[in-house]
């Protein structure tokens, strides 16, 4: 069992930000910046691409609602929405989660760093849409 189902069954103990019957949010042991929250929906999929749109669209509604909660009431400055899916991006648990991460500032913890393009972006087009 993953753990984020024995988190979800009540096994492994958490700190809950919100939980109702499809949807569990908890502070992330990690805690990369203060209210790191990781929402995921009770039932078991490996990532979201696995979910179907209809749950992965209630699901993003409630990290919207629970963002924007965290984000006030710990007078972030904004928040990133955060899916890694499958392990080479970082995923480390199986199991569909959005990470809400609070920023307060410019030297928070969390970076991204875009590379400027050096790709045929018309070649890479065709690639995508070559169905």
């Given at each position: 069992m993953c753990i984020f189902c024995?988190?979800?069954?009540g096994n492994i103990p958490s700190k809950k930000v919100y939980e109702d019957d499809e949807t569990l949010a908890i502070l992330d042991i990690s805690q990369t910046t203060k209210g790191?929250?990781?929402?995921?929906?009770k039932k078991h999929y490996?990532?979201?691409?696995?979910?179907?749109?209809?749950?992965?669209?209630k699901l993003m509604e409630k990290?919207?609602?629970?963002?924007?909660?965290v984000t006030r009431n710990l007078d972030a400055k904004g928040c990133n929405i955060l899916i890694n899916t499958n392990e080479v991006?970082?995923?480390s648990v199986m199991h569909t989660h959005v990470h809400i991460i609070p920023r307060y500032d410019e030297t928070d913890t969390v970076s991204f760093?875009?590379?400027?393009?050096?790709?045929?972006?018309?070649?890479?087009?065709?690639?995508i849409n070559q169905d």
């Open positions: 024995s988190i979800i069954e790191h929250t990781l929402v995921m929906p490996d990532n979201f691409l696995a979910m179907p749109s209809k749950e992965f669209g990290t919207k609602d629970i963002a924007a909660k991006a970082g995923q760093s875009f590379t400027e393009n050096k790709l045929d972006l018309d070649e890479v087009l065709r690639q």
